[in-house]
């Protein structure tokens, strides 16, 4: 008999999580989601408030809207899973946590829009899947045709004023990138 399996609790929570907080904040609570789940622009964190704080971390578990997170769903679903699978539960976090912090930090200090949503991550992610055959004194092709296809994209499109925070994503693709190149060169390949 089949039967159910929470295969990646990390990524599946980190998915409810989401979806909780866009259906919470789109019923009970419409304050939500721009209150504490947003990274405010350049010049807007407070030293002194816990709230500034929060956002840098908390920014990737809201969404504008379903399409939003749906699309960023997408990827974090089909490819979060495998590195769960391949980096364990606490490393995922630990990655996450990090690409978290600095594309929200990389936000307040130099951007002059909010930052919303777990592109980043998604960035990070798939970024990071590239290295999934890396080897010591060894660069994949594919980390390199996925840095100039997605990377390439997003450095293109970074001065288009469409509401999109490309740099979050092309700072979430530098996290992957360096996540893959130096926690794959501490594991010995087979």
Same mark, same amino acid.
């Given at each position: 008999?089949?039967?159910?399996?929470?295969? /990646? &609790?990390? $990524?599946?929570? *980190?998915?409810?999580?989401?979806?909780?907080?866009?259906?919470?904040?789109?019923?009970?609570?419409?304050?939500?989601? &721009?209150?504490?789940?947003? #990274?405010? &622009?350049?010049?807007? *964190?407070?030293?002194?408030?816990?709230?500034?704080?929060?956002?840098?971390?908390?920014?990737?578990?809201?969404?504008?809207?379903?399409?939003?997170? %749906?699309?960023?769903?997408?990827?974090?679903?089909?490819?979060?899973? +495998?590195?769960?699978?391949?980096?364990?539960?606490?490393?995922?976090?630990?990655?996450?946590?990090?690409?978290?912090? #600095?594309?929200?930090?990389?936000?307040?200090?130099?951007?002059?829009?909010?930052? +919303?949503?777990?592109?980043? $991550?998604?960035?990070?992610?798939?970024?990071?899947?590239?290295?999934?055959?890396?080897?010591?004194?060894?660069?994949?092709?594919?980390? $390199?045709?996925? !840095?100039? +296809?997605?990377?390439?994209?997003? /450095? !293109? %499109?970074?001065?288009?004023?469409?509401?999109?925070?490309?740099? /979050?994503?092309?700072?979430?693709?530098?996290?992957?990138?360096? *996540?893959?190149?130096?926690?794959?060169?501490?594991? &010995?390949?087979?």
């Amino acid at each position: 008999m089949l039967r159910l399996k929470y295969n /990646a &609790p990390v $990524i599946l929570t *980190f998915g409810f999580l989401c979806t909780a907080v866009l259906l919470v904040s789109s019923t009970l609570l419409p304050g939500l989601i &721009p209150s504490w789940l947003a #990274v405010g &622009p350049k010049g807007s *964190f407070r030293f002194n408030s816990i709230h500034s704080y929060v956002t840098l971390f908390s920014h990737v578990l809201g969404h504008s809207s379903w399409e939003h997170l %749906a699309g960023n769903m997408l990827f974090i679903l089909v490819v979060g899973p +495998l590195l769960e699978e391949i980096y364990g539960a606490s490393e995922m976090i630990f990655m996450m946590a990090v690409t978290a912090f #600095v594309t929200g930090l990389a936000n307040v200090l130099f951007f002059s829009t909010g930052l +919303l949503g777990a592109s980043g $991550i998604v960035f990070m992610l798939v970024l990071l899947a590239s290295f999934t055959n890396f080897r010591k004194g060894e660069i994949p092709l594919t980390f $390199i045709f996925v !840095l100039i +296809l997605y990377v390439g994209k997003e /450095a !293109l %499109a970074a001065f288009s004023r469409d509401g999109i925070s490309h740099f /979050a994503h092309i700072v979430g693709g530098l996290c992957g990138s360096l *996540f893959g190149f130096f926690r794959d060169s501490a594991y &010995p390949k087979a």
